[in-house]
């Protein structure tokens, strides 16, 4: 069974920093972009950064210069450093790999993690 699992949620001071992690585990014959979303209470699931398999990154605006992503092959493993927290960031974090999973399929599939929770406190 494929899946990913995330890891390094908590609860910070603003000004803080945090590290998570996203493995993905299971039957799986490549991972192609790997990202992470964040939703807030009330608020529409939005990307904050994503990364491709060569390691070309995106990061939103709103994050830019504090958020770094980056990803290990090797361990099927996205990262997702944060730095400078601020109250906004709070919400649940959401890891996302399209990964190939079908043996000789190019098809690739959409898969998420089951969220982190990250709160900044002022």
């Known amino acids: 069974q494929v899946q990913l699992v995330e890891s390094g949620g908590g609860l910070v001071q603003a000004g803080g920093s945090l590290r998570l992690s996203c493995a993905a585990s299971g039957t799986i014959f490549s991972i192609l972009n790997m990202a992470w979303y964040r939703q807030a209470p009330g608020k529409q699931r939005a990307l904050v950064a994503g990364i491709t398999s060569g390691g070309s990154t995106n990061i939103t605006d709103s994050v830019k210069g504090r958020f770094t992503i980056s990803r290990d092959n090797a361990k099927n493993t996205v990262y997702l450093q944060m730095n400078s927290l601020k109250p906004e960031d709070t919400a649940v974090y959401l890891c996302?790999?399209?990964?190939?999973?079908?043996?000789?399929?190019?098809?690739?599939?959409?898969?998420w993690g089951q969220g982190t929770q990250v709160t900044v406190s002022s």
């Open positions: 996302n790999a399209k990964m190939r999973v079908i043996r000789f399929s190019s098809r690739a599939y959409d898969f």
